[in-house]
């Protein structure tokens, strides 16, 4: 073979090096024109958008940072300055702590902070991937987590089923972040390494768990002995306010809404009839009015439903009136979730002889969340964003609080300022909450796509 | 099963969140408050001049003195007040199923809210009239010009009404255009989209003073209804009205007797005249009927000024966060000075 | 063995079997939870009842026939200061139903074009209408509603500058409303309204029939022109010869502003772009997901069955997206119902507006009230629900 092409090496054919593409096909050129012009349908398009963008752009630009005003101490200057021309943003930043805390008192914001730093780090195991039993941690910080948090933002007197919670929620916080350490150093997981350094290990598998228990116990207890003395001063929920306030009532609004929701749509699947009928009734009757009016009805009705003696607190109502909607739509989107798990999957679990619950939460459930991530972030957006109406019956949400500057003498009259900031804040709160929610949808469901 | 669990829920969540129980049906609104230790004021959603908040989240305005002026009278500190502030939409049923001791925000005195909403309005604390603003170009000089106009006006409030009443008393077919928010409103009277707004003159003044060039607004010359404010309780619950009715008439009794926050200690201690000796309770025992401690009436003045300094300071045109509402010759000032300002005698 | 070991356990605990046994607990439960929900309601009933007598508040449906006394800007049934609350309730009914019936219809027409450019291949117009998506989707629909009223619809000229839309005289936009012609039916239009409803009917027998004979023949018949032209053209004959019965009332400029002819205010218009515009976008997700969703098989499928491409459109692709299209579609117009509430924001006289603000306000009736509104709210959503479970049972895939 070599010989072969030694000797016919001087008559070997050698191609011309090819031409380089046309000028237009290649480069920037060339993008430009298979993208954007590539018929005249397409570039009068082009066109057309490229308008829209600039009006658009340049007017917010000229409006939001040519002509703006960064420092004045009332409205009056900034008028003087540009009059209308011009954003006046020394009236939200001047107001920004408002916006955040609402009327929390500054000496005590470090509670909110220290509040959402901690949900934020107990969160915080799900996006590291060597952690186990995430589940569990996710659990904890839902269902433990908001006493402590409650009470870090509500302070008071602690009774003593609150004082117990808080010591639970303080453990296994401290038992989380244990497990998530042991993790990332060795792999292993902090149940083993109790196991074994209690000489445990060569006991049989359902003793194991003792000394774990034992360990948490005795965690409690000092805690509970260490929190005795301590108390925070009572702050009014009249004082919460601002983003704090839109973030409470949104975030137990979903943290409520995903286990009532996946409740109320078993309960109108299943085969009871009255089960069936009263959560068909529940969620049709929410789903089917404006949040408007059920915030109205937990406004000016739920205090003549309960008994003289308790005067509930404004923020509660809401919350329940949010609570109660957001789960007539969650057990929908389960529902729909549910709907799409073929019916093979009920029948080979019922065939393997598993129970109801034992069908759903180890058969079903899992492959139907997994569907329903993007409507169920969706959901959320759709909550967080409906919170803004709260501010109707006077709770002093971002919204109410980015409208409550314009009626200050100092800034009397500024709101679109403010309205704008608002719509930023939530614009960047959503999309990332929807980008992740993509991202979700991607990695979880990279077994799921068909090819 | 789930609606129990939401139930449930509901429930739980009320007990830790904090409730207030324990306040039985048979007892006095005075004895609840002293038992919370705190007076919970009902305000609006902040309105100029009224009840306003600062950059710390503090209330401060005329209606929000006469809250801390109760607060004072009970428990000889001004800050004892819960502000409730609360959407007009929502006021009355606040106030009437218990959420709120005293309603103290820019709510007029009318036959049908007096007796069929369960509620009981005590005195005046201020006199307001609705009028209408107009462009200074448009020419207007009178509101009977208004033949055919769009006039821009707030919902759930009188003024909505007496616009109506107006319009049909004088023929001008007006089209209301109605906003649930003031700065909403403004910014279409601002623009044209409406040929007037109409509102309590007390805030039409505030108004103005939103817009680029105030002086390009008038405020014209007529006052088309009769807009009496006041605190409002809950019916039936007479000691309870008498205390908010006279700590009223104590601020203003205070000013025409020439008693204010810098004096008020001197006064009681050294009192000018048998009166005013009853009524810082130096003699005699007045305060018995009301429930409050004898020198109830030291401690409002001493804590928030009498009638006339709270004008001044949120109303006038001489404190720092006055909205500019001049006293003089107006409904507001005392009645020796031709006002209507009066107070029933302290005997 | 086993037989022997089955019959002792069973004889043995019959009330373990009666615990376990599935029918029994299901209905211990639903006796449960039927007690425990009927004790509820009657907790809360006695308690309000109790509460509203101990406030001195007045229940009752009577406050209805009272006089409302305020006015309201914008009805399309006659009404006066001077109606009753009920009559205010029935103008907030209309006027709900108008806007939320409009922005239905524009929202799905919007919805279904924005969802096709959404696929298109030109780089920057996918862009565009990806990030006009992502953008409408992340913000409160509220402040979305301020935006259009206070930044496009206030700043329109004064009425002595009216813009002209189409340059003819006869639609004129200012930042009072927009104005148009209003038709004004003369004697005998009556006439031509019957033969319209008529020909309709008429058109669709024809289609039947077309169905039934080519099913049965194979031979075409051009149902689809047949029917356009008996719609258009009886009601058309009807009307000339009955003497173009028909006039038009041209807004014309009279002191403030335009008497005569229609018009809607400017809040109508700012919460219709915002509604349109909001659902838009919902729409077009809901459109592009159920074009996707159609597997590309189909079309070769038909393909190789010899149909041209705009009849696998029709035939094939279309009927399959819709079934993935309509359930979210109908819940979104559920949705659009629900939201058109919001317009309170910039004072359009919905029925939330003027009749659980303003008459709420007025009469102090809190609980009547807003059950009232609740009713109504909920009688739309289960009538559209309603017929979107009955359009899902005739689409759905059967299943053994």
Not at chain 1, 250 to 279: E, N, T, Y
Not at chain 1, 438 to 443: D, P
Not at chain 2, 326 to 342: D, F, H, I, Q, V
Request: aromatic share 12%; proline share 5%.
């Amino acid at each position: 073979m070599a010989n072969l092409d030694a000797s016919s090496s001087d008559v070997t054919f050698k191609p011309k090096p090819s031409l380089p593409p046309p000028p237009n096909t290649v480069g920037a050129i060339g993008w430009i024109r298979k993208n954007l012009f590539s018929s005249p349908l397409n570039a009068f398009l082009t066109i057309l958008s490229l308008y829209v963008i600039w009006v658009l752009v340049s007017n917010v630009f000229e409006w939001a940072i040519l002509n703006a005003v960064w420092e004045a101490e009332t409205r009056r200057e900034c008028l003087d300055k540009v009059g209308l021309a011009g954003a006046c943003w020394a009236g939200v930043t001047h107001w920004m702590k408002n916006f955040i805390y609402g009327r929390y008192p500054d000496a005590e914001v470090w509670r909110i902070n220290l509040g959402f730093g901690i949900l934020i780090l107990w969160m915080a195991p799900f996006w590291f991937p060597r952690v186990t039993g995430k589940i569990a941690i996710g659990a904890s910080a839902i269902l433990i987590s908001p006493f402590l948090l409650g009470y870090l933002f509500a302070g008071g007197e602690k009774g003593l089923f609150l004082q117990l919670m808080i010591s639970i929620a303080i453990t296994a916080f401290i038992f989380s972040w244990l497990h998530v350490l042991v993790c990332l150093s060795s792999g292993s997981t902090l149940r083993n390494v109790i196991v074994s350094a209690t000489g445990f290990a060569a006991k049989p598998d359902n003793v194991q768990k003792y000394p774990v228990i034992a360990l948490f116990v005795v965690l409690a207890v000092v805690v509970f002995a260490l929190q005795g003395g301590w108390q925070l001063e009572e702050q009014n929920t009249n004082l919460w306010g601002g983003l704090f306030v839109t973030l409470v009532i949104s975030g137990i609004g979903i943290a409520v809404s995903l286990p009532a929701g996946i409740v109320l749509a078993l309960g109108r699947r299943s085969k009871m009839p009255i089960i069936r009928v009263f959560c068909v009734a529940f969620i049709e009757l929410f789903r089917s009015v404006p949040l408007i009016t059920v915030l109205f009805m937990a406004v000016t009705m739920v205090p003549l439903f309960l008994p003289e003696a308790i005067n509930p607190v404004k923020i509660v109502q809401a919350i329940i009136a949010v609570c109660i909607f957001s789960s007539a739509y969650m057990a929908e989107t389960v529902r729909g979730g549910l709907q799409a798990i073929p019916k093979g999957q009920y029948e080979a679990a019922q065939a393997l002889g598993l129970s109801y619950w034992k069908m759903m939460t180890l058969i079903v459930m899992p492959q139907a969340l997994k569907l329903m991530i993007p409507n169920i972030v969706g959901s959320f957006i759709g909550l967080l964003k409906d919170t803004t109406l709260v501010s109707i019956v006077g709770l002093y949400d971002l919204l109410l609080m980015l409208k409550a500057v314009s009626q200050n003498p100092q800034w009397n009259g500024i709101h679109t300022e403010p309205l704008f900031f608002g719509a930023v804040l939530y614009f960047v709160l959503c999309f990332i909450m929807s980008k992740y929610s993509q991202h979700l949808e991607r990695t979880l469901g990279a077994g799921q796509v068909r090819k | 099963m789930k609606k129990l669990s939401l139930l449930g829920l509901g429930l739980g969540m009320l007990a830790s969140l904090g409730v207030t129980a324990g306040e039985a049906a048979a007892q006095s609104t005075l004895d609840i408050v002293k038992q919370r230790g705190v007076l919970r004021c009902q305000v609006g959603t902040p309105a100029p001049g009224f009840y306003q908040l600062d950059e710390q989240g503090n209330w401060y305005g005329s209606d929000v003195a006469i809250c801390r002026a109760i607060a004072a009278a009970i428990f000889d500190d001004p800050s004892k007040v819960e502000f409730q502030s609360v959407t007009s939409a929502v006021r009355f049923t606040a106030m009437a199923n218990g959420e709120s001791d005293v309603l103290s925000r820019t709510t007029t005195w009318t036959l049908f809210r007096d007796t069929q909403l369960g509620l009981d309005f005590t005195t005046v604390n201020f006199y307001d009239g609705q009028g209408f603003m107009v462009p200074k170009d448009t020419g207007i000089k009178s509101s009977l010009e208004l033949k055919g106009a769009t006039v821009c006006v707030l919902t759930g409030t009188t003024t909505e009404l007496n616009l109506t009443d107006y319009s049909r008393t004088n023929n001008l077919d007006i089209q209301p255009v109605v906003f649930e928010d003031s700065n909403v409103r403004d910014d279409t009277f601002a623009k044209g989209g409406c040929d007037a707004i109409t509102n309590d003159k007390s805030s039409l003044a505030s108004t103005r003073a939103k817009f680029p060039n105030p002086g390009d607004y008038v405020v014209l010359p007529e006052t088309i209804s009769k807009e009496p404010l006041g605190p409002v309780v809950r019916q039936n619950d007479s000691q309870w009205m008498d205390i908010v009715k006279w700590t009223v008439f104590a601020l203003v009794q205070a000013e025409e007797m020439g008693i204010d926050s810098s004096n008020v200690e001197a006064m009681a201690a050294n009192p000018a005249n048998p009166e005013m000796a009853r009524m810082l309770g130096v003699e005699g025992d007045l305060n018995k009927g009301l429930g409050l401690e004898k020198d109830w009436v030291v401690r409002i003045i001493k804590h928030v000024g009498n009638y006339g300094e709270i004008y001044d300071e949120y109303m006038g045109e001489k404190g720092k966060f006055a909205i500019g509402i001049p006293r003089e010759g107006s409904p507001n000032a005392l009645w020796t000075k031709g006002g209507l300002m009066y107070s029933p005698p302290f005997r | 063995m086993a037989v022997v070991d089955r019959g002792a356990s069973g004889q043995g605990s019959s009330l373990s079997e009666i615990v376990n046994d599935e029918r029994y607990r299901s209905v211990f439960y639903q006796i449960l939870v039927f007690a425990v929900v009927m004790w509820a309601g009657w907790y809360l009933f006695t308690n309000t009842a109790h509460n509203l007598e101990a406030r001195g508040m007045s229940a009752g449906f009577g406050f209805l026939n009272s006089t409302a006394g305020f006015s309201i800007s914008f009805s399309i049934i006659p009404y006066e200061a001077g109606d009753s609350y009920l009559w205010v309730y029935l103008v907030g009914i209309t006027n709900t139903l108008l806007l939320s019936f409009i922005s239905i219809i524009a929202a799905t027409i919007l919805g279904f074009f924005i969802g096709v450019l959404r696929l298109s291949k030109n780089w920057l117009v996918a862009q565009l209408a990806s990030w006009y998506v992502e953008i409408l989707r992340n913000t409160p629909l509220l402040l979305q509603i301020l935006f259009w009223y206070l930044a496009v619809f206030a700043i329109l000229p004064r009425p002595k500058q009216s813009f002209d839309v189409l340059g003819l005289g006869l639609f004129e936009l200012n930042n009072r409303g927009f104005y148009f012609p209003a038709p004004v039916p003369g004697e005998f239009f009556g006439a031509t309204m019957l033969t319209l409803l008529a020909a309709v009917i008429a058109a669709y027998a024809v289609a039947v029939w077309a169905k039934k004979r080519q099913n049965a023949t194979g031979e075409r018949f051009p149902a689809f022109w047949t029917g356009i032209g008996i719609i258009i053209g009886a009601p058309l004959l009807v009307f000339l010869a009955t003497g173009s019965p028909l006039e038009w009332d041209i807004p014309e400029l009279k002191g403030f502003n335009f008497q005569g002819g229609g018009s809607v205010p400017p809040a109508f218009c700012a919460v219709f772009i915002a509604l349109v515009i909001y659902h838009a976008c919902y729409i077009a997700e809901m459109v592009r997901a159920g074009i996707l969703s159609v597997s590309h098989g189909q079309t070769e499928a038909s393909y190789s069955l010899g149909l041209k491409p705009g009849l696998t459109l029709r035939l094939v692709i279309i009927p399959q997206a819709m079934r993935a299209i309509v359930p979210p579609l109908i819940s979104n117009w559920m949705n659009v119902v629900k939201n058109s509430s919001l317009a309170i924001a910039v004072g359009f006289p919905d029925l939330v507006a003027v009749f659980m603000q303003t008459s709420l306000n007025q009469s102090g009736h809190a609980i009547e009230i807003v059950a009232m509104v609740m009713l109504f709210y909920m009688t739309v959503s289960l009538s559209i629900s309603g017929a979107l479970n009955y359009y899902n049972k005739l689409v759905q895939l059967k299943e053994r």
